[in-house]
C-alpha cells in the first residue's frame, strides 16, 4: 500500500500543469516534473544533480538569495517572484513556493519548489514577509527568524552529532550616544555596526539584530573554543574602529557572550539566555571583551 502510495505522488506531481522541482538540502536537484522541462528547456538529465543555480537570469540580487536560503533553512515557506533563464537563452517571470521538506526529528532534508505561471501580487506578499522575518532598520534577520534557524541548526547538529556556539552581542555606551547625539544618529550607527559584524564574519554565520543594541551570531562549523573565541575577538576588534555618522567621530564597543551547544542547552531559549548572561559579565567587568557561558569573571576587574 505504501509502495502505491509513493507510485501515485510521483505520478501526479509528474502530471501537474504546474513545474515542479524538489532538491536536497545543499540545493542539488534531485527530481523535476515534465512541466519543469517545458518551462526551462532542460531535460530531466541535464537538471538531476545540478543546482537551480543553473537557470539563473542574474536579475536577483546576493541579498535576494541570501533572504530566500535564510528562511527556508529555518524551516520557513518562501514566496515570491524571481525572472529565471530557459535552456535557449530567453527569460521568464515565475512565482515560486518554497517549502522545507522535514524529517520526523525536524529536520530540513529537502526542499520543494512549486512554481506559477500566473501573476500575484508578489511586491505585497515579498513586503509582509520582509517585515515577519526582517529587522526594518538593518535588514538582519530579526528574533523570529533566528531562533528558527537556530533550532535548525540544533536538530541538524544533533543528527549529525556536532556542536555550535552562538554569540550575544551587547553595544557599550549605546545610551549614552543615542542621549546625546539622537535617535537618528544613534539608528545610523547601528545599521554601521550591522554592517561591520557582516563583513567581519564568515559566510556560513549568520548575524541577526533581537532588539535594540543587541545582536545575535549563529556560528556553525567550528568545533574548538580558541577558533570561537578568535572570531570573536575580529568582532570586537572591528567595532573598536571608530566610525564617522553625520560628520560625528563616534567610538563604540561590544560586549560578547558565548554559549555553545549542546554542552550550554539544549533550546534556542536556553541558549540565548546563558550567552546573553555570559554578555553581562563581560560588559560588568569593563566590556570590549568576550566571555564563554560558565566562566566567572576574574576578581580583579
Not at 77 to 106: L, S
Amino acid at each position: 500500500m505504501i509502495e502505491y502510495d509513493q507510485q501515485l505522488l510521483v505520478r501526479a506531481l509528474d502530471a501537474a500543469t504546474n513545474p515542479v522541482l524538489i532538491t536536497e538540502r545543499t540545493g542539488c536537484i534531485v527530481w523535476i516534473n515534465k512541466a519543469f522541462c517545458l518551462l526551462s528547456g532542460y531535460s530531466k538529465p541535464e537538471l538531476v544533480g545540478k543546482t537551480p543555480h543553473l537557470l539563473s537570469s542574474g536579475r536577483q540580487s546576493t541579498t535576494f538569495y541570501r533572504d530566500l536560503w535564510l528562511t527556508i533553512l529555518a524551516g520557513l515557506t518562501w514566496q515570491g517572484e524571481m525572472v529565471e533563464r530557459r535552456k535557449d537563452g530567453g527569460h521568464c517571470t515565475v512565482n515560486q513556493v518554497i517549502t522545507p521538506v522535514i524529517d520526523d526529528k525536524g529536520v530540513v532534508t529537502h526542499f520543494i519548489a512549486i512554481l506559477h505561471n500566473f501573476k500575484v501580487r508578489d511586491e505585497e506578499r515579498a513586503n509582509m514577509q520582509q517585515l515577519a522575518f526582517y529587522d526594518t532598520l538593518t535588514g538582519l534577520p530579526n528574533r523570529r527568524l533566528f531562533l528558527n534557524l537556530l533550532e535548525q541548526a540544533m536538530d541538524h547538529a544533533t543528527t549529525f552529532q556536532q556542536s555550535l556556539a552562538l554569540m550575544f552581542i551587547d553595544l557599550d555606551r549605546f545610551k549614552s550616544i543615542n542621549d546625546t547625539l539622537g535617535h537618528g544618529c544613534g539608528d545610523k550607527l547601528l545599521v554601521a555596526v550591522a554592517e561591520r559584524l557582516g563583513r567581519s564574519v564568515r559566510r556560513s554565520d549568520v548575524v541577526s539584530r533581537l532588539s535594540g543594541d543587541e545582536f545575535a551570531i549563529l556560528i556553525t562549523g567550528v568545533d574548538q573554543r580558541d577558533q570561537i573565541e578568535a572570531l570573536a575577538n575580529n568582532l570586537i576588534a572591528a567595532i573598536d574602529q571608530p566610525f564617522m555618522i553625520d560628520n560625528h567621530h563616534i567610538e563604540t564597543r561590544i560586549s560578547v557572550g558565548i554559549s555553545l551547544f549542546p554542552a550550554d542547552g539544549v533550546s534556542a531559549e536556553a541558549l540565548l539566555e546563558r550567552a546573553d548572561n555570559a554578555m553581562y559579565h563581560a560588559k560588568k567587568t569593563g566590556g570590549n571583551a568576550c566571555r564563554f557561558s560558565g566562566v566567572a569573571p576574574s576578581s580583579d576587574g
